[in-house]
């Protein structure tokens, strides 16, 4: 060993010429995983740092459609400093009518915030919202197109804006909004006479806990001290939960493709290492005529490729943990939270634990035939067919690749997730892998054009030095992934931009009063005689226990049970909603007015184990509610109305105060007439605009395809470098052909269209097995997973296939240039 390292520093010491395709594959591999892996961690740093500013407190208890109670909030006051605020969805309108807009508007207290600060832009008259005042977003002020000193409308309350919001310190802890934000002081909330038996709003308890105080354990209090609440409690350790979620899941994919991204720069490495040793045939042969035994070549250079690949890496390693800075700096208003400036050890360990499993996996094959020739056949100038490995190196190869996957697995936040992923990019490659021996083969069958050039790039498809196969696996899996998110993205940019807003409401209608439920329907009738109304009762309030085990005292929730997470919409209907069939159980009758039954989503029942028969509690303005499941039903979301998991019997709610909800659908020219007329006439009913929401949407998912481009982005340069290694690789193989060509009278410019030739036959194949990749990956996640019609737009996916086609005949033919600059007569010398 100490030979073989005496070897190795002194072979590196005449540069790193061969070894470079090895470090730039390992390093693009690397720094994704590292970099996606440290922008997480950064990100739920800053949560978990932030938790008590997020949460509004070290505790916060969420109300829907109440107050507390002189007992509860008495106990919650008893932990700490206590603040409470006030929040729902309203309309701020113009003092003349002329325009009004969906708005949060949230009533704060004296107290607030806890943590934190809330900052005004410059030019403000108050730092607080007082009396008779708003604070608005400044998105509300450029909708409304208003300045600081004139007034708004918001429910019955005239208000004088005093500001714009610059900074809110719990904004990113209440998760997805459909407005800009307007604070309040309590007293004010309360002349808008939004506050209403019925209205959907939720009130919220914050507690600064004093020193020493464990916030877990004083939640925990509150949860066993008042189990029949149905308020929702939390403390600071999670206080963006959505976001948290969120950020891990993204992350999560991010880095299985990061990881895929990384196999195929393996196979670039397997490339580079191969190139590399090809160029040391003499030395090789001269080691081994001294006396070196195949063991010593095979350690000499595998600590050189050890040497090379942990410098590739600790570079990657650097950059990786240098990433969030950067994100943070450039992309800072995209993301949820600020990331958290650190070094975040776990991710980059990961990263470095991938990247040498993946390079030592693709490096023995390489080795493996180094040590396997003799000394004579590597002083043998021709193109010799790769033999295959030796039984040990294969296993070795079978072990660090398994032992990366299950690396995968074990760190993944969703392990099946995870294991899933790996199979399926596992069964593409062995496809691409497949298609690539079937291309190879079927162009040695293929009958010989009668243009020679054209028959000669016909044959270098199938030569014994081709990598094809290898060049189909990498490019084809970097190009596919590209076609894939293309026809995702179109097909979902498509149905968001005409099929959606064809099928969805105009509006939908929050906190119509149920007293006033006839005037409104008047309202619009006589506004819009051609609208589609729709109206249904409606509360709001969390679900409490499931066949007699409250929900509080569940320690893990089936991973997607949503259900089971905050509030949800509770109704009450006589007949099955419309677009509704019941799989399982059966309907009420129109005049039941027995014991409260109740339909759920069979979905959601499927989920949580449950089945008819089965008792379910709700807990509706403080009051719990027992029902018997009667029936489970299949929802057509699609439909874009009102889809309620829980539909209750009629006489359920008897007594309760309530309100309706609405979808009004009617030409768009109609809508902005429509807004002004329910505005003026019900200043505590809100309007949804559908459009706004569906632009909304279309901008996350925008943001999240650049973040899949981003990731997919590293397997195009990943595939990039394994084709620059490939025609490093084979430059010997074709200098001597072209030399040959020479020698018969082949001009540099038939030799350049002959390599031409070859590469624009690779880029043909290459975008046809992506574009049936793509096309088969996007129909299944359309279709089968969102659910959705199929309608990609086909020229944005054919520009993405001719673009990667362009780019591989292009990276080609730079890098055919040397191979024309070959003299013959000294070719002919070396070879």
Known sequence: MRIAWALALRDLRGGLKGLRLLAVCLFLGVTAIAGVGSLSAAILSEIGARGGVLLGGDIAVSLAQ?????????????????????????????????????????????????????????????????????????????????????????GEASLVVTGLIAGEPDRAGQGFSLGPTALVDMATLRTTQLIQPGSLYDWKYRVALPAGIDPKAAADRLRTGFPEAGWRVQDRSDGAPSIRRSVERIGQFLTLVGLTALVIAGIGVGNGVGAYLEGKRQAIATLKTVGASSALIFRLYLIEIGIVAAGAILLALVVGAFLPAAVGALARDALPVPPRIGVYPLPLLLAAGYGLLIAFAFALAPLARARAVTAASLFRGVVEAGSRPPLPELAGIAAAI???????????????????FLGAAAGLLL???????????????????????????????????????????????????????????TNLAGQLRTSVPARAPSFF????????????????????????????????????????????SMKNLPEGAWILRGDRGLTFAADLPTGNRITAGRWWPRDYAGPPLVSMDAEAGKLLGLKIGDAITVSALGVE???????????????????????????????????????????????????????????SVSLIRVKDVIDTVGGLLGQLATAVAAASSVAIAAGIAVLVGAIAASRRARVYDAVLLK??????????????????????????????????????????????????????????????????????LIGSLPVLAARPARALREL
């Open 66 to 154: 109440r107050q507390a109670t002189a007992a509860e909030r008495a106990a919650i006051a008893r932990l700490g400093r206590l603040s409470e605020t006030a929040s729902m969805r309203a309309m701020a309108a113009r003092p003349d009518g002329q325009e009004a807009v969906l708005a949060e508007l949230k009533g704060i207290d004296a107290a607030y915030p806890l943590y934190g600060s809330l900052t005004v832009a410059s030019g403000a008259v108050a730092q607080r919202p007082g009396p008779g005042q708003v604070l608005i977003a400044p998105a509300l002020a450029e909708r409304l197109r208003v300045r600081v000193g004139q007034r708004i409308r918001i």
């Open 402 to 420: 398994l032992l990366a996957a299950l690396l995968a697995v074990g760190s993944a936040r969703e392990p099946y997730f995870a294991a899933a």
């Open 431 to 489: 496809l691409l892998t497949a298609l690539g021996a079937g291309i190879r083969a079927l162009a040695a069958r293929a009958p010989r054009p009668r243009r020679p050039l054209l028959r000669l790039a016909l044959a270098r498809l199938h030569a014994p030095a081709t990598q094809i196969d290898r060049l189909v696996v990498a490019l084809g899996l970097g190009l596919s992934l590209f076609a894939t998110l293309a026809v995702i993205q």
């Open 509 to 552: 209608v929050l906190d119509v009063p149920s007293a006033e439920i006839g005037r409104f329907r008047a309202l619009v009738r006589s506004a819009a005689p051609q609208a589609e109304m729709v109206t249904v009762p409606t509360l709001r309030g969390p679900i409490v226990e499931l066949k007699g085990q409250r929900v509080a």
């Open 625 to 683: 509610v027992p029902a018997t499941i009667a029936s489970f039903r299949e929802i057509n979301w699609d439909s874009l109305g009102f889809n309620f998991v829980l539909v209750f019997s009629p006489h359920t709610f008897d007594g309760a105060p309530f309100n309706y909800m609405a979808t009004i659908g009617l030409p768009p020219e109609r809508e902005q007439a429509l807004n002004r007329a329910v505005t003026a006439a019900f200043p």
């Open 743 to 812: 020698l018969l009278g082949a001009t540099r410019g038939q030799i350049l269209l002959l390599q031409g030739m070859e590469y624009a036959l690779l880029g043909v194949v290459l975008a046809g097995i992506a574009a049936a990749v793509g096309a088969g990956a996007g129909w299944y996640v359309v279709t089968q997973v969102f659910d959705l019609e199929w309608g990609p737009d086909w020229g944005i996916v054919a520009l993405t296939l001719v673009g990667g086609a362009a780019l591989t005949l292009a990276i080609g």
